[in-house]
DNA sequence: GTCTGTCATATTGTCGACAATCGACAATAT
DNA sequence: ATATTGTCGATTGTCGACAATATGACAGAC
């Protein structure tokens, strides 16, 4: 059996994206909420969202559905869908169960940090600096995220990886929101440094305490921010670009 | 302002559920696919399932797609929807999640554990014992996700509640699999007695290691068992009855 | 003046039919 | 005989229309 195109082997032959039309539209619309184009709190109607996609509703019922698994939305029956807009309970939650997870997820990783590990890390934090100089908000928010997913893709957990998905979404609604209200926001550019540090060295227990102090600076921001802004964007309008 | 009836202060006056046809489908087809009616790798056609709930194939679409984001069933475009298998490597995955989780949720409660919460922990462990000894596998395993779940629902995090959530049907999935296969299981008579001694305790140190422990042993069983079984269950057939 | 009952309208929930795609089998060429 | 290709039935994806429900405004009674 001599190499055929079937091997897979030439560049660019590999399994494409069955794409349904479902996929697409959840997709579309969570980028559009979680960049923020769509204000929190904001309904969303299902015919005018057809009609934007030029869709049916059906397809586009699935997808909203999706979302509301992904806390991105919420529904009530036979009323409406509005996106989700966090109370400063929901993001302490978020916190909490992110230590907890990321804590766990590098005591399932720690064994195995290969060269390869560190190298990828290193340089999406490399991306992350640069993405901060740059002034690009929305790019150091996914920078930050990806910097951090690293150790959560390592593990091979999947259901693991499966919640930090879930994190992560309900983490940039928050950014998003926050950025809508209180300008820019961007990580600091210094803030990852013993971060990184301490995943790249042996002392797990440093570590620990590094990601537990981490994740307090983070939601002590978001305290002070929301306990300024009141809960003024519950309920607020907002449209599509 | 007096008090009335809109405040709802009466017993039993509060808001009541309104039930979509969406969500009484994904709550029979869930406790169809708990109890074992429908076996693990079984493909499920969307036809033959609105046939038989009598409904159209939208809102059983619908309830489909809420079941695969739980975990219960897998999807392939255009070709069909299975009930989930899990492989020894998801057990593995669920256990040790679940570990993490669960300390994290004695944490959580730890402090704030009141003569109420005491009590209805060792209700819940009454009522395990009972169906133990009743011989109900299948109760016997409700109560013990119930014994389990209390930790969860005392902490009022709603995000390791819902995790939880995802977790216990995962969990029931694997038992009801492992019930139909291996025919009876039921949790031994003590082997939550350390557990619930430890939960009312105050070593919190001591707690932690029972957790670990438990799920160990837990997870111990399931290898011996899947390593025993091979992977004969999946692409077998079933059928609803 | 406040409350209650009614109605109009907009939006969601549900249904049945059509189109796109997949998996398997048969036909065919080498 | 084997591998490739064309075809067919079955199943899923998508659509447009209809029914059920919630929301708000308005008229009428106490």
């Given at each position: 059996m001599d190499a055929s195109i079937a091997d897979g082997r030439a560049a660019g032959i590999g399994r494409l994206a069955k794409s349904t039309l479902r996929e697409r539209i959840a997709e579309r619309l969570r980028a559009a909420i979680l960049a923020g184009d769509i204000a929190p709190g904001s309904s969303l109607t299902e015919t005018a969202?057809?009609?934007?996609?030029?869709?049916?509703?059906?397809?586009?019922?699935e997808?909203?559905?999706?979302?509301?698994?992904?806390?991105?939305?919420?529904?009530?029956?036979?009323?409406?869908?509005?996106?989700?807009?966090?109370?400063?309970?929901?993001?302490?939650?978020i916190f909490s169960l992110r230590t907890t997870l990321e804590i766990f997820a590098?005591?399932?990783?720690?064994?195995?940090?290969?060269?390869?590990?560190?190298?990828?890390?290193?340089?999406?934090?490399?991306v992350l600096i640069a993405t901060i100089?740059?002034?690009?908000?929305?790019?150091?928010?996914?920078?930050?995220?990806?910097?951090?997913?690293?150790?959560?893709?390592?593990?091979?957990?999947?259901?693991?990886?499966?919640?930090?998905?879930?994190?992560?979404?309900?983490?940039?609604?928050?950014?998003?929101?926050?950025?809508?209200?209180?300008?820019?926001?961007?990580?600091?550019?210094?803030?990852?440094?013993?971060?990184?540090?301490?995943?790249l060295g042996d002392d797990l227990a440093a570590l620990r305490s590094e990601i537990t102090d981490h994740m307090r600076r983070g939601v002590e921001v978001t305290e002070r921010f929301l306990r300024d802004a009141g809960l003024a964007n519950v309920g607020k309008k907002g449209d599509m670009t």
């Amino acid at each position: 059996m001599d190499a055929s195109i079937a091997d897979g082997r030439a560049a660019g032959i590999g399994r494409l994206a069955k794409s349904t039309l479902r996929e697409r539209i959840a997709e579309r619309l969570r980028a559009a909420i979680l960049a923020g184009d769509i204000a929190p709190g904001s309904s969303l109607t299902e015919t005018a969202l057809s009609a934007r996609f030029d869709v049916s509703r059906g397809p586009l019922r699935e997808a909203l559905r999706q979302l509301v698994d992904e806390g991105l939305l919420v529904t009530v029956p036979y009323t409406g869908t509005h996106v989700a807009s966090l109370s400063v309970e929901d993001v302490r939650e978020i916190f909490s169960l992110r230590t907890t997870l990321e804590i766990f997820a590098f005591d399932q990783v720690w064994d195995r940090r290969d060269d390869d590990f560190r190298a990828e890390l290193l340089r999406r934090n490399r991306v992350l600096i640069a993405t901060i100089d740059a002034g690009d908000d929305r790019a150091s928010i996914s920078a930050e995220l990806a910097v951090h997913g690293l150790v959560y893709e390592a593990g091979g957990h999947k259901l693991l990886q499966h919640a930090w998905q879930g994190l992560c979404g309900r983490l940039q609604l928050y950014w998003a929101a926050h950025h809508r209200a209180h300008g820019r926001r961007g990580p600091r550019r210094d803030s990852h440094d013993s971060y990184i540090a301490a995943a790249l060295g042996d002392d797990l227990a440093a570590l620990r305490s590094e990601i537990t102090d981490h994740m307090r600076r983070g939601v002590e921001v978001t305290e002070r921010f929301l306990r300024d802004a009141g809960l003024a964007n519950v309920g607020k309008k907002g449209d599509m670009t």
